[in-house]
Nanobody, 119 residues
Framework: EVQLVESGGGLVQPGGSLRLSCVAS????????ARWYRQAPGKEREWVAA????????SYADAVKGRATISKDNDKNTVYLQMNDLKLEDTAVYYC????????????WGQGTQVTVSS
């Protein structure tokens, strides 16, 4: 069974930090690019961060640049999103996504983990 399972979300105060985790199973995670997306209430899902299959290259949306760090541990089949200095607008369901960059271009979504930033 192919799965991406997110965890680490929760309630934090503005300025706080969280580390989200996404554990992959059922496929060769080391050959997949990984991304984080988020969806806030009433808004479209937006891209947050991406990392290359080996973890050597990262990119971030402007909204989280300087506050977020994506990392990938292929030995643990896990991608992480460290978020610092959290803001109210970071409140969303965070989803991990993995995509193979060669044909057949398989891709998978996690179920999401809730991040709520509130005082």
């Amino acid at each position: 069974e192919v799965q991406l399972v997110e965890s680490g979300g929760g309630l934090v105060q503005p300025g706080g930090s969280l580390r989200l985790s996404c554990v992959a199973s059922g496929f060769t995670f080391s050959t997949y690019v990984a991304r984080w997306y988020r969806q806030a209430p009433g808004k479209e899902r937006e891209w947050v961060a991406a990392i290359s299959s080996a973890g050597g290259s990262t990119s971030y949306a402007d909204a989280v640049k300087g506050r977020a760090t994506i990392s990938k541990d292929n030995d643990k089949n896990t991608v992480y999103l460290q978020m610092n200095d959290l803001k109210l607008e970071d409140t969303a369901v965070y989803y991990c996504y993995a995509v193979r960059m060669v044909v057949p271009r398989y891709d998978y979504w996690g179920q999401g983990t809730q991040v709520t930033v509130s005082s």
